[in-house]
DNA sequence: ATAACTGCAAAAGTTTTGCAATCGG
DNA sequence: CCGATTGCAAAACTTTTGCAGTTAT
């Protein structure tokens, strides 16, 4: 099991005690925005500054340790780089479900080889209507989403 | 064809030239993010206003006329509904393709199967690496990408 | 010791809102 | 004419930056 500090050692950073907050809050959340996490570490470190959260983000996922997926509306959100999957955003509701990346497996094969794109499935959401939204909305047609 | 002045009448809104203006950009400069297609607007009409061009938007995705997807970074671009399709974005140029939705077919049909999500192809872009970034990046690691 | 890291305040960037003036039907 | 629409200025957010003080090694 390859602790943070290590991690950052690795690389020449250092272990402090708001990166393993960080971290250990986007771990608990799943996939939370910069303030959600910021609240989260807050409550357990009131002093800890949004500032640090950010810049945080950012070094985790230079080291691999998170990865940030746009959801599809403004805010990205931030995941342990451990469960790889692909989110399935509502533009309704706004549920994320998650899925095997396995399904985009084909996708992925035909992308390489007829256009030479590599696919990186976890990275972004795909956007639709969950089951619940999908019925009650039938006949609405689907243009007052997010943002 | 459908006219603008006419689809707005139909829903109660009226015509103006921004709103002519803001349409004919999105559908000339294809994917575009509100400030490109402001820019393009004001080399017409220089005192349209970008709080304008915001709402215009919104109204145009209301009526349907044009949408908006999120391609992987922070700015959400606008296009004309019309033409529909995947967009593959690399993150590491930012290059944007596009692909016919048919490529997602399959998957749309497992998504709705398994889990009764309706996929909305058209709303988010791949993420992944173009065959030019793919090629030169081999070794690199995927994470100093977008935002 | 010393370079990395943090918190704070301020800046920068983007999108939204309130309102008086203007314009379309 | 009357209400929808616009431009402007200001507000509201989100994210970034500069810097002096603090902390990990």
């Known amino acids: 099991m390859e602790t943070l500090r290590r991690t950052l050692h690795e690389r020449g ?3 402090t005690p708001q990166r393993q907050l960080v971290l250990d809050a986007v771990q608990r959340l799943g996939h939370a925005t910069p303030e959600q996490i910021c609240g989260a570490v ?3 470190a009131p ?5 640090t959260v950010y810049r945080t983000l950012d070094l985790l996922e230079r080291l691999g340790v998170v990865r940030h997926t746009h959801l599809g509306h403004g805010a990205p959100t931030y995941s342990a780089h451990e469960h790889e999957h692909v989110h ?3 533009h309704r509701c706004g549920e994320v479900a998650e899925v095997p990346t396995e399904l985009l497996d084909d996708v992925a094969r035909r992308l390489r080889a007829e ?3 590599r696919l990186d499935a976890t990275h972004v959401a795909l956007s639709g209507a969950c089951s619940n939204c ?3 909305a039938d006949a ?3 243009t007052e989403e997010d943002r």
């Not at 002093?47 to 500032?51: K, R, W």
């Open 13 to 15: 950073f250092r272990m």
């Open 47 to 51: 002093a800890v500054n949004i500032t």
């Open 88 to 90: 399935l955003v509502c």
């Open 115 to 117: 256009y030479g794109f």
């Open 140 to 142: 609405t047609d689907a």
């Open 134 to 136: 999908a019925d009650e």
């Open 42 to 44: 807050q409550r357990q």
